[in-house]
């Protein structure tokens, strides 16, 4: 497999994957439709093995044309996270299930890997989520995303990774992650208000959720056909926890709120077993990933027009 098509490349994820793939020496089409820009995969332009090719994952004759020559496809476009969905579930629908369906239509018998996510499982039903635990998706996001893995694992040729939260920094950074969010708030704003403070989350370095997508692609035949959460057992962080970690570098005001909801109600813990049997292990920790994300907030600026401060 040397030539790799990689969905929604530009995004989060794309932007550490593409690099990782060019540097293995592999030839990369990326197909994005750019809704949030392109400038964090300028610096793939460099390598002649790297190819953009801009287009709509919902669109037949893009997804058609994308295919032409390539043996394996990372599928990563998606509305991502319930905040997106909620506000155009329409769109995320089509996205992330109906697209899905297309490409896998159109695919033939080329390798597929695909980004899953842990909103999957929903509210804690048991104690720990292992893969084969009942999915009870509880967001827009979550369920299209379910319906998209289940449908693929069906067709089979496929590997499907239910990821932990990512957090850390992408040439295309994202701040509504948990972790993001969090330091971004204590840095810019020195102050955070958390409710729900013991909810438990998993978190997984945007780095490794790159390195786990390479992993896939080289060890396709022993993971063929199944599913694995990818993430790892040393970070299953309590939100309070996630901040009190802040808090130990960044000295800003902490309040825990009585009243308040996550509309992602989730709070589960997750098992990363199964993945670390079948080889891959994440090597980025929590504290490094902080550590970046607090340095990296000296070039990040937060323009209000209408306040003094
Ligand atoms: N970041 C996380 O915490 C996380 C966790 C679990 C799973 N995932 C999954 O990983 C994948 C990548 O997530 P991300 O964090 O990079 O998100 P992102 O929003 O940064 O990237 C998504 C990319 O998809 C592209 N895209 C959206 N609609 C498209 C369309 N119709 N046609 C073509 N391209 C389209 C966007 O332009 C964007 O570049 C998603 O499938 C997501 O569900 C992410």
């Given at each position: 497999?040397?030539?790799?098509?990689?969905?929604?490349?530009?995004?989060?994820?794309?932007?550490?994957?593409?690099?990782?793939?060019?540097?293995?020496?592999?030839?990369?089409?990326?197909?994005?439709?750019?809704?949030?820009?392109?400038?964090?995969?300028?610096?793939?332009?460099?390598?002649?093995?790297?190819?953009?090719?801009?287009?709509?994952?919902?669109?037949?004759?893009?997804?058609?044309?994308?295919?032409?020559?390539?043996?394996?496809?990372?599928?990563?476009?998606?509305?991502?996270?319930?905040?997106?969905?909620?506000?155009?579930?329409?769109?995320?629908?089509?996205?992330?299930?109906?697209?899905?369906?297309?490409?896998?239509?159109?695919?033939?018998?080329?390798?597929?890997?695909?980004?899953?996510?842990g909103?999957?499982y929903?509210?804690l039903v048991g104690d720990v989520c292992r893969e084969d635990s009942?999915?009870?998706?509880?967001?827009?996001?979550?369920?299209?995303?379910?319906?998209?893995?289940?449908?693929?694992?069906?067709?089979?040729?496929?590997?499907?990774y239910r990821y932990a939260?990512?957090?850390?920094?992408?040439?295309?950074?994202?701040?509504?992650?948990?972790?993001?969010?969090?330091?971004?708030?204590?840095?810019?704003?020195?102050?955070?208000?958390?409710?729900?403070?013991?909810?438990k989350?998993t978190f997984i370095?945007?780095?490794?959720?790159?390195?786990?997508?390479?992993?896939?692609?080289?060890?396709?035949?022993?993971?063929?056909?199944?599913v694995f959460n990818c993430g790892s057992n040393d970070q299953n962080?309590?939100?309070?926890?996630?901040?009190?970690?802040?808090?130990?570098?960044?000295?800003?005001?902490?309040?825990?709120?009585?009243?308040?909801?996550?509309?992602?109600?989730?709070?589960y813990e997750v098992s990363y077993e199964k993945v670390n049997k079948a080889?891959f292990f994440t090597?980025?920790?929590?504290?490094?990933?902080?550590?970046?994300?607090?340095?990296?907030?000296?070039?990040?600026?937060?323009?209000?027009?209408?306040?003094?401060?």
């Open positions: 497999m040397k030539n790799i098509l990689v969905t929604g490349g530009a995004g989060y994820v794309g932007t550490m994957l593409v690099p990782m793939l060019l540097g293995r020496g592999y030839k990369v089409r990326v197909m994005d439709n750019l809704m949030y820009g392109g400038k964090g995969l300028l610096p793939c332009f460099a390598s002649k093995d790297f190819e953009f090719v801009k287009g709509d994952v919902r669109k037949i004759e893009d997804v058609r044309s994308s295919l032409d020559g390539m043996d394996a496809v990372i599928h990563l476009a998606a509305i991502v996270g319930f905040p997106a969905c909620k506000k155009d579930p329409q769109l995320a629908e089509e996205t992330n299930h109906k697209a899905t369906v297309l490409l896998e239509g159109l695919r033939h018998d080329r390798p597929l890997i695909f980004a899953s996510t909103s999957n929903g509210a009942p999915l009870n998706p509880l967001t827009i996001y979550g369920s299209t995303k379910t319906a998209a893995e289940q449908y693929l694992l069906k067709c089979g040729n496929v590997v499907v939260t990512a957090y850390g920094l992408s040439y295309r950074q994202r701040l509504d992650l948990l972790i993001n969010d969090f330091v971004y708030q204590a840095v810019k704003n020195r102050n955070l208000i958390i409710y729900e403070k013991s909810f989350r370095h945007v780095r490794d959720i790159a390195a786990s997508l390479l992993y896939a692609l080289e060890h396709f035949n022993k993971m063929r056909d199944e962080f309590s939100k309070e926890e996630v901040a009190l970690l802040i808090q130990k570098r960044v000295n800003y005001y902490l309040h825990f709120a009585e009243i308040g909801k996550d509309e992602d109600q989730r709070n080889g090597t980025v920790g929590i504290d490094e990933g902080i550590d970046e994300l607090i340095r990296s907030m000296a070039v990040v600026q937060v323009v209000n027009e209408y306040s003094n401060v």
